[in-house]
């Protein structure tokens, strides 16, 4: 485990294993510590877990949070602490948070995993935000127990979180044509994300693969993590299939 300071951002992160480096970016309102069981299967990695400006054991900063500003820590995260290129595994906003570092840096993003993203904020089932009150009790006690800003914070990150996600991202399917990378596109049968959005998400990035979990929600990574973290481990560690029929690889 370790601190490295990024700009204003005292970001903590922790590393095990040897190998090509993996960097795993958490969603919101959780923090690193959602990775626990992605360890043992990505052996023979070297597995890299940060927790974003205001998650986790890393202390909120005075302002609001945006996509655009926690590219940016990742980005430096990527050249002071990884010290080049890597595998970006990203889960909800952590995807979102990769797609854009794919866009504005491909010469440091190998090969791209993106679970549950959405490249605009419309790309979320109607209504699903308003439910996330019911888990802040629970989610906060969670926070407070790395968090050195202390469970009474919490709020004030819920608070920045909500009015983000709300707005942003609003990439268009243009924006993502740029990305270079690999890209596994994951989602959950029934996830806080629209199939139709990640079908667009999927279509618009030009090297992409696709994978939906059955019987799976937005949580898919704790709830069948096993086949989860082992489709990941596989595209991550192995070349592209040659399909004998391709349609939409065909050019």
Same mark, same amino acid.
């Given at each position: $485990? ?8 005292? @970001? ?23 990775? !626990?069981? /992605?360890? *043992? ?16 054991? @890393? ?6 949070l =945006?996509?655009? !500003? $926690? ?14 290129? /890597?595998?970006?595994?990203?889960? =909800? ?6 797609? #854009?570092?794919?866009?504005?840096? %491909?010469?440091?993003? &190998? &090969?791209?995993?993106? #679970?549950s ?8 089932? *109607?209504g699903v ?6 888990? !802040? *009790? ?24 909500l ?5 942003? %991202? ?7 044509? &740029?990305?270079a =990378?690999? +890209? ?9 994300? +629209? ?20 019987? +799976?929600?937005?949580l898919?990574? $704790?709830?069948?993590?096993?086949? !989860?973290?082992? /489709?990941?481990?596989?595209?991550? @560690?192995?070349?592209? @299939?040659?399909?004998?029929? %391709?349609?939409?690889? /065909?050019?």
């Amino acid at each position: $485990m370790a601190i490295i300071q990024l700009g204003e951002v005292a @970001t903590w992160y922790d590393e095990q294993g040897d190998g090509e480096p993996v960097v795993l970016l958490h969603g919101g309102f959780v923090d690193s510590r959602m990775f !626990v069981p /992605a360890l *043992p299967v990505l052996d023979g990695l070297r597995v890299i877990t940060v927790d974003r400006r205001g998650h986790g054991h @890393t202390p909120d900063v005075h302002g609001p949070l =945006s996509y655009d !500003v $926690m590219a940016d820590d990742m980005i430096a995260f990527l050249e002071k602490a990884v010290g080049g290129p /890597a595998h970006l595994v990203g889960h =909800s906003d952590g995807a979102n948070v990769a797609m #854009i570092v794919a866009m504005r840096r %491909p010469d440091l993003v &190998r &090969r791209l995993v993106l #679970i549950s993203g959405n490249f605009r904020h419309g790309g979320l089932v *109607p209504g699903v935000l308003d439910g996330f009150a019911e888990a !802040v *009790p629970y989610l906060g006690a969670r926070y407070g127990e790395v968090s050195p800003d202390g469970q009474e914070h919490f709020p004030v990150v819920v608070d920045k979180l909500l009015r983000m996600a709300r707005s942003e %991202p609003n990439l268009t399917e243009d924006d993502l044509g &740029r990305i270079a =990378s690999r +890209t596994l596109v994951m989602s959950g049968d029934d996830d806080a994300v +629209t199939l139709e959005h990640t079908i667009a998400l999927y279509r618009a990035i030009p090297e992409s693969e696709l994978a939906v979990v059955p019987g +799976t929600s937005h949580l898919l990574v $704790m709830e069948k993590p096993e086949p !989860v973290y082992r /489709a990941i481990l596989d595209f991550l @560690t192995t070349n592209p @299939t040659q399909t004998r029929q %391709p349609i939409r690889r /065909a050019r």
